[in-house]
């Protein structure tokens, strides 16, 4: 019965533009477990992205579609929590405000006051965040709020955890230290978690699959690669794993000779026809 | 050196340091007084300069010192109004207390004082008629900013209306706010007074528009990402209005408001001369049709009691924003 719990299935999606729309994906086909860390790596632009946000609902497929648990996925809601690279957190309340504000909305029916107060501070305590609990996100550091970030997301208890690049605008210190959070909470809870990276080592350390995309236009998924790792999995230990850098190997492989850059070299014949949406700066994964 | 004669250094220094922040303190309390002090002065002695240069049918120009006798007349004028009523109101009880001793069954009533309003009450009556008008304008701009702001339908829809309306004189609404009061405020025992309702209905036909225009640029910029966080959580309308929209705009909000009240309270004064509602505006026009030699002195000292007035309203408006915004750390200015 854990076969197929999440179901993407010959997705695209085009977006209109002045000239003539354009198409970002094409022939996305993916089957996720339950339980199971997926990383979706790829160059900026290849609209990564993109399908995070057709599996939350926030974007229409033009084709194809999600299924979850046997049920068509066509709007967002809370059984897709999605931690953003931005935090996203509301400025105005406070970081219990925050939480809470996610948790009547799941559980105002089926808890009572004090199990959601409880809940709340449970879910704080899991990303060791109970001790900021009054504070506004103006006041934490950027890794504190990705982790208010995450708290709210689990404390919807959702079926599908998606994360948009969650330490991408982290120092690598602080992304460790997240890093190594999110491992803990996926073992004692066993989410199942789709996550959006451009960091070869964190796809490599937290996965247990990882999709790697080709560039846009009518990006599509390029090799999945399994990672055999034991779990708990450590990244002292990892780094000088011969297994560990084999995996790395083969997905730096895949982005710099496989997939080259886009913006690296610019008169490719698949970019000749250029209309990219996205801006956002190309930055190189570090290898460590 | 020995360490008493260190010790004894060291709280020499320590005297010395304290002296120069004491100093440094002050230096900054002078300076930020000085250059505020320096143009007043100057526009002072500008002002005398130029009245005395200007005679007009109703003798010389006020300059300061006029002002200043004007405005100490009107002070007087309010105190000696206020004791004749009050020697109006003792004369009744008398009168009432001699009619009750004859007899105990008499009806007895006191009749309200219907001597002329103090400068006092006109300005009283203006931050009045202000504040109504005011507070129909922001009844209506801030949910139909949040409206427009919000779906990009209502707004292409409401837009032109907007930019239609929004640069019409107060002196153009006027004659028709006039009729459309008379016409349909029909009462025997009016709580309101016509030319107040009139006066404060221009007010907010012409100060809605900038809390519109603001509100609908605050609601429209809210971040993507707690637009996308709502509908994960899927937000009900109220939920979503309260908790995220009305927030991230709020800034933007008081900026219109601020703006607003400032509209208004300009807008008052010709509304209130026309309207003949008996407030600063009415002030005026009475002293200018009185023609005295003291009038364009008193009509300074109106001008001047406006002007500190809008000045104390913005500022209230300020501190209201400072005490609704969330983000304490906000410049405001």
Known sequence: MHKNYLEISQVGIEFPTEAEPFRALQNVNLSIQQGEFISLIGHSGCGKSTVLNIIAGLYQATEGGIILEGREVDEPGPDRAVVFQNHALLPWLTVYQNVELAVKCVFKKTKSK????????????LVHMDHAMHKRPGEISGGMKQRVGIARCLAMQPKVLLMDEPFGALDALTRAHLQDSLMEIQNRLGNTVVMITHDVDEAVLLSDRIVMMTNGPAASIGEVLDINLQRPRDRLSLAEDPAFNAYRQQVLRFLYEKQKNPAAKPKQVESASKS??????????EAA | MSTATITSKIAKLQSLITVANLLSALEKTVKAAVLPLTGIVMFLFLWQATASNIVTSLGQFPGPGDVWDQSKILIEEHHAEREKADAFYVRQEVRNAKKLAKNPDAKVKIRPYTGKATYFDQIFTSLYTVAFGFLIATL???????ACGLSEKVYSAVNPIIQTFKPVSPLAWLPLVTMVVSALYVSDDPYFEKAFLTSAFTVALCCLWPTVVNTIVGVASIDRDLIDVSRVLRLSWPVYIKTIVIPSAIPLIFTGLRLSLATGWMVLIAAEMLAQNPGLGKFIWD???NGSSSSLGRIMVAVITIGIIGFILDRLMLALQKRVSWDKQAIFR
Not at chain 1, 114 to 125: G, S
Not at chain 1, 276 to 285: L, R
């Open chain 1, 114 to 125: 004090a199990e959601i107060r409880e809940w709340i501070e449970h879910n704080l305590e």
């Open chain 1, 276 to 285: 990219e949406p996205k801006t956002d700066k190309v930055s190189a994964p």
């Open chain 2, 140 to 146: 209506i701009a801030i949910p139909l900013g949040i």
């Open chain 2, 287 to 289: 002293e200018f049709q």
